[in-house]
Nanobody, 126 residues
Framework: VQLVESGGGLMQPGGSLRLSCAASGLPLSSSTVGWFRQAQGKEREFVAA????????RYSTSVRGRFSITRDKAKNTVYLQMNGLKPEDTAVYYCAATQRNLIFGSLGDSMNYENWGQGTQVTVSS
């Protein structure tokens, strides 16, 4: 199983980026996929997740209303559309996936995901 993130980069505050998480060896359409991020010197934190089966989505309070997680079954890819970027969104963003059946309340727990990508850097700065 391999997850590969892409789409990170440098963006001005207020701008938008779309991150991609492409998978090989794992059908993301039947997986719960989460996005997490880790800023320098800080703990890894939950950003968003889309659950396998019902496609329910969950967002952290810090990104709700600005970020959107979607999946493209044909491309076996999950996206994180990030709008209204703020300097505090600066971090390495990781996608993670599991085929376990998670309850909604556990989507934000990184310990529930066994497959991880290598991360992509997002820097928001003027």
């Amino acid at each position: 199983v391999q997850l590969v993130e892409s789409g990170g980069g440098l963006m001005q505050p207020g701008g938008s980026l779309r991150l991609s998480c492409a998978a090989s060896g794992l059908p993301l359409s039947s997986s719960t996929v989460g996005w997490f991020r880790q800023a320098q010197g800080k703990e890894r934190e939950f950003v968003a997740a889309i659950r396998w089966g019902d496609n329910n989505v969950r967002y952290s309070t810090s990104v709700r209303g600005r970020f959107s997680i979607t999946r493209d079954k044909a491309k076996n890819t999950v996206y994180l559309q990030m709008n209204g970027l703020k300097p505090e969104d600066t971090a390495v963003y990781y996608c993670a996936a599991t085929q376990r059946n998670l309850i909604f309340g556990s989507l934000g727990d990184s310990m529930n995901y066994e497959n991880w990508g290598q991360g992509t850097q997002v820097t928001v700065s003027s």
